[in-house]
Structures are given as structure tokens and as C-alpha cells.
């Protein structure tokens, strides 16, 4: 018998967030490229053990441990996961990036190099359909970001599970505020999903026991004289991501996003750089664009569907 741990994992978030039964299992559709690769020395000898000699998270070290390595073959998981975020799992271990630290950390005893070719052997497992390494090309740990409570990483819910925004920030279409998810919420999927084996979903089982509610560092804030709400810009369809940037590819959410090289560009060639999201300037400026996209010249509050520049709808 051969346990394939993605697949509980993958069944009980799929049965979670109502996924079609015919989706909850990736089909490996496509031959692995792997064989060539000179990762695949390197991954039999230090990480077959655990992560099996497939990488389907099933080697014989792994069967004893309370938490078990991903399925790498999963086509739909591996997919979202940027190459940095494998680099910084090797070289510093799970617990550097919110995992177990059941994973151990590898760059005492692995070079650059050898990282290099086991991120791309790992790459190589799902098959070669996706071609993710042009949509992640930023850091998943920009600088700025606070430290939490509880490690919590949007790039593993958001981004290699897939658990979309509003599943979580569940007011956003119907409040001001979009919202931060429940203890229970979380807990819906943690009293199954990681129970033992990483410290960082321990502490939020503390919280549960202890009925406290997590006290997450708030992060996007615009002054008190300022009139925001989630809600009119969620039934527009502005997408959350045009606002507070690729979140579901960041380890830990930062408000600025780091040096920002086009605005730099845009400078050396005389143009204005656009404005710091939060500022007066970026709510003005998309509310501009939006209304010439929609034809109007004179926007009001009345507008119907018009995004308002007087100084009182957004300063009452
Ligand atoms: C002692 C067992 C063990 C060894 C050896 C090991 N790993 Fe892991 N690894 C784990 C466990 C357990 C996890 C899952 C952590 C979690 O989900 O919290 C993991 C997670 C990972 C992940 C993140 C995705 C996933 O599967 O959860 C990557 C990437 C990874 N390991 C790569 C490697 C590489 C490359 C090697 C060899 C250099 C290696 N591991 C060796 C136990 C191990
Ligand atoms: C729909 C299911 C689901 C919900 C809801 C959920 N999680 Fe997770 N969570 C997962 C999965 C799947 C993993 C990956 C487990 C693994 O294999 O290591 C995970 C991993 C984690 C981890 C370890 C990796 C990391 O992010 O650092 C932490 C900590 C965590 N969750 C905290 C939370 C908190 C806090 C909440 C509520 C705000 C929450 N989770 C809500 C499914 C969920
Ligand atoms: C599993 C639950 C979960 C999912 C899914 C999720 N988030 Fe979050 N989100 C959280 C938690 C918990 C926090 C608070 C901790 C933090 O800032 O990382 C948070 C924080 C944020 C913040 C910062 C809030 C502040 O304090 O200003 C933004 C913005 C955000 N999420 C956007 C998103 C977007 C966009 C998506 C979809 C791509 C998403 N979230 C998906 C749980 C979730
Ligand atoms: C039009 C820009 C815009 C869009 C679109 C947007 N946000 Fe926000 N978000 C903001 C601003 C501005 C703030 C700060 C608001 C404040 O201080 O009251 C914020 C704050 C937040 C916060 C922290 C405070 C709160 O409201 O709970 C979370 C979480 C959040 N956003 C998540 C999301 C998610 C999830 C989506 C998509 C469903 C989304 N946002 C879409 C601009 C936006
Ligand atoms: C990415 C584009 C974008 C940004 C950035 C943006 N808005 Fe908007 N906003 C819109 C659109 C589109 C509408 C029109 C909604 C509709 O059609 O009803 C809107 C409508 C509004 C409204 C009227 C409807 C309501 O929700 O009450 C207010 C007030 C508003 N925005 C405030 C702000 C403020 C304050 C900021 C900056 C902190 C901001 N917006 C940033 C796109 C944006
Ligand atoms: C679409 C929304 C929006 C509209 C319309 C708008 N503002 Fe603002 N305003 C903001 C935001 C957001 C800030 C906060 C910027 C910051 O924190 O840097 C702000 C800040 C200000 C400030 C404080 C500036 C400072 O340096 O602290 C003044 C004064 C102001 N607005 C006046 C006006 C006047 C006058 C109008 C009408 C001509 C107007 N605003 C229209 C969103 C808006």
C-alpha cells in the first residue's frame, strides 16, 4: 500500500471549497521531462527518502512522519508554485517558508548549483505543460512586510491550493471592509489539513483553544478622513490583484511593493512615474481612466456607474 499524500490533502480542501469531484485529482497527462536532468542524481540521493524516488511524497522516511511532502507530479499544485519559493524550501528548510521544519534545511550541504538543477528537476515532475517562470518573477518576500502572529502564507493558500480571495475575505462584496477570515474559518480546514508537525498551525490551533481571535497586524490603510469601500469596487469587477498586487504569489503581504523598477524607467525617459497605491493620486487617476472608458466627461455620485472625483464622496 502507497500513501499519496496530496490526495487527502487535495480531497478534503477540494470537498471544503465544493470543488467538482472530477477535478479534485490532476491527471499526469504528460510524460516527465525529467529523466535528462541532472537534478535527478541529486534528488534520489538527498530527497528520495522522504519525498519518493517519483516525488509523489511517498518514500519510506515519510511514512512515520505526521506531516508528509506534497505530491511534486500534481500538475495543479506545482503549477502556482513560483521557483523561488522551492529555492528558499531547500536551501532554508520548510519552517523558513511557513512549512514543517520536518523539511530540513539543505545549504549547508548543497551548493547553488545543485539547488539550481533540483529546482528544475522538481519542475520537470508535473510534466512540461506549464511554463510558470515568466508569470512568478518577483520576490515572495519583498522587504516591508510586518511580522504576524502565525506565519501565514498566501502563496500556499492562495496560490499553490488555489482558495480563492472572497472564500476568506468574505465581506468584500458586501461591505466597506473585505474582511479577515474567522479562527473557525481556518480552523474548518486545519483540524484535518497540518494538525501536527508545523509549529505555525499549532499556534493557530492555540488560538482556537483558547478562543482568543488572531491578532493580525493590519497591513492597507487609508487616513480616517478618507471614505473607502470594498464593496462598490468588488461589483465594478475590479479584481483584487489591480489594487494590492499578485498577493497569491507572497509568502508575507507587505503594503509597499518594494523599489519599484518601471517607475525608475519611467523617470529616465521623462515621463511621470505613476502614483503610490493609497494615494490621493492612484484613487483619482484609475477613477479618471475608468470614466473615460465608460464615455463620461462630468462624473457625479449619480452617475450611475461613474467612479466620483468630487472631494465629498471620498472625503465626507
Ligand atoms: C526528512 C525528510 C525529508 C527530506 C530528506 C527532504 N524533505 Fe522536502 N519536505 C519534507 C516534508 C515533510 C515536507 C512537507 C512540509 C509541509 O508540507 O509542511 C517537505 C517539503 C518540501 C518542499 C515543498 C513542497 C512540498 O512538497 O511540501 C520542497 C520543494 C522540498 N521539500 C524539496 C526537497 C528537496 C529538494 C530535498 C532534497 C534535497 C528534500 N526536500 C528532502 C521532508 C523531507
Ligand atoms: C480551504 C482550506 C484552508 C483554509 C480555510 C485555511 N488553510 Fe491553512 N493550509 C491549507 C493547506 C492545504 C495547507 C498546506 C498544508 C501542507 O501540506 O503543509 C495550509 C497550510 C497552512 C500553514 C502552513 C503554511 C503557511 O501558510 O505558513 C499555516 C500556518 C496555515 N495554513 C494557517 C492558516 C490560517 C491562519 C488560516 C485562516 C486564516 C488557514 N490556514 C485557513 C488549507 C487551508
Ligand atoms: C485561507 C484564507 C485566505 C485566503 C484564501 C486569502 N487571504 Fe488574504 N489574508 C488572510 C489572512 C489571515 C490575512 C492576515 C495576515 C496577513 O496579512 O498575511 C490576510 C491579509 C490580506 C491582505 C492585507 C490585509 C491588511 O491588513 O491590509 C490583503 C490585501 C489580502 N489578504 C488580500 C488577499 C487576496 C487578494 C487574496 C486572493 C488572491 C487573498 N487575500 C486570499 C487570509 C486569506
Ligand atoms: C480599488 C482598490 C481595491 C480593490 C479592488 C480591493 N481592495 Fe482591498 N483595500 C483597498 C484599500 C484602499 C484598503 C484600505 C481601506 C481602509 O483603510 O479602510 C484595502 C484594505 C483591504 C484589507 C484590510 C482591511 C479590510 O478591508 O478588511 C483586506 C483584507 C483587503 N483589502 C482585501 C481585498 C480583497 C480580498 C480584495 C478582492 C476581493 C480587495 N481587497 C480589493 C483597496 C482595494
Ligand atoms: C483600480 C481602479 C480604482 C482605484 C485604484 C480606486 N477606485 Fe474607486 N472606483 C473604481 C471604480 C471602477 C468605481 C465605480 C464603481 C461603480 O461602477 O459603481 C469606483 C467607485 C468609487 C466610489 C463610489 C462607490 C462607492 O464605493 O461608494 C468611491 C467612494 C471610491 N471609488 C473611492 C475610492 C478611493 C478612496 C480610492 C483610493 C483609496 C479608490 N476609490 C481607488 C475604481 C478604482
Ligand atoms: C477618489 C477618491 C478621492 C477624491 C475624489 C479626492 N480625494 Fe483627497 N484624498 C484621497 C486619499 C486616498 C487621500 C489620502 C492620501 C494619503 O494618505 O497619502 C486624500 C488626501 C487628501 C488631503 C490630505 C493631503 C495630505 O497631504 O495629507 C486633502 C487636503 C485632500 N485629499 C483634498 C481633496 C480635495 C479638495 C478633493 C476634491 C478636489 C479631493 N481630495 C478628492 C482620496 C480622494
Redesign the pocket.
Known amino acids: 500500500m502507497r500513501a499519496t499524500p496530496i490526495v487527502p490533502v487535495a480531497l478534503v480542501v477540494g470537498a471544503l471549497l465544493g470543488w467538482g469531484s472530477g477535478t479534485g485529482l490532476a491527471r499526469r497527462a504528460d510524460p516527465p521531462a525529467a529523466e535528462g536532468l541532472p537534478g535527478k542524481a541529486l534528488f534520489a540521493q538527498y530527497c528520495a527518502a522522504c519525498h519518493g524516488a517519483e516525488g509523489r511524497g511517498d518514500g519510506p522516511s515519510a511514512a512515520s512522519l505526521p506531516i508528509k511532502p506534497w505530491n511534486l507530479t500534481e500538475a495543479r499544485v506545482l503549477g502556482h508554485l513560483p521557483d523561488e519559493f522551492i529555492r528558499l524550501t531547500i536551501t532554508k528548510g520548510g519552517a523558513a517558508v511557513g512549512l514543517s521544519p520536518l523539511m530540513p534545511a539543505w545549504e549547508a550541504y548543497l551548493g547553488q548549483e545543485q539547488v539550481a538543477d533540483l529546482v528544475a528537476y522538481i519542475r520537470s515532475l508535473a510534466g512540461p505543460r506549464q511554463e510558470p517562470r515568466e508569470v512568478f518573477a518577483g520576490p515572495i518576500d519583498p522587504p516591508g512586510a510586518p511580522v504576524q502572529p502565525i506565519l501565514f502564507s498566501h502563496l500556499i493558500h492562495a496560490g499553490a491550493f488555489q482558495i480563492s480571495c472572497q472564500y476568506c475575505h468574505a465581506d468584500a462584496r458586501r461591505s466597506q471592509y473585505a474582511g479577515l477570515p474567522s479562527v473557525e474559518r481556518c480552523m474548518g480546514c486545519h483540524k484535518i489539513v497540518a494538525a501536527a508537525g508545523n509549529p505555525e498551525v499549532q499556534k493557530l490551533q492555540g488560538y482556537w483553544q483558547r478562543r482568543e481571535p488572531i491578532p493580525w497586524v493590519r497591513i492597507y490603510k ?2 480616517e ?2 471614505y ?1 469601500q470594498h464593496r462598490g469596487h468588488i461589483r465594478a469587477g475590479v479584481a483584487c490583484q489591480t489594487c494590492h498586487g499578485q498577493i497569491q504569489q507572497l509568502m508575507r503581504v507587505p503594503a509597499i511593493e518594494g523599489p519599484n523598477r518601471v517607475n525608475d524607467l519611467l523617470n529616465l525617459v521623462g515621463l511621470t512615474p505613476a502614483p503610490a497605491p ?3 493620486g ?3 487617476e484609475c ?1 479618471r481612466a475608468t470614466n473615460r472608458a465608460h464615455g463620461i466627461d462630468q462624473p457625479s455620485v449619480s452617475a450611475g456607474t461613474a ?5 465629498v ?3 465626507h
Open positions: 487609508v487616513p478622513f478618507v473607502f493609497l494615494s490621493m492612484w484613487c483619482v477613477h467612479a466620483p472625483l468630487d472631494c464622496t471620498c472625503h
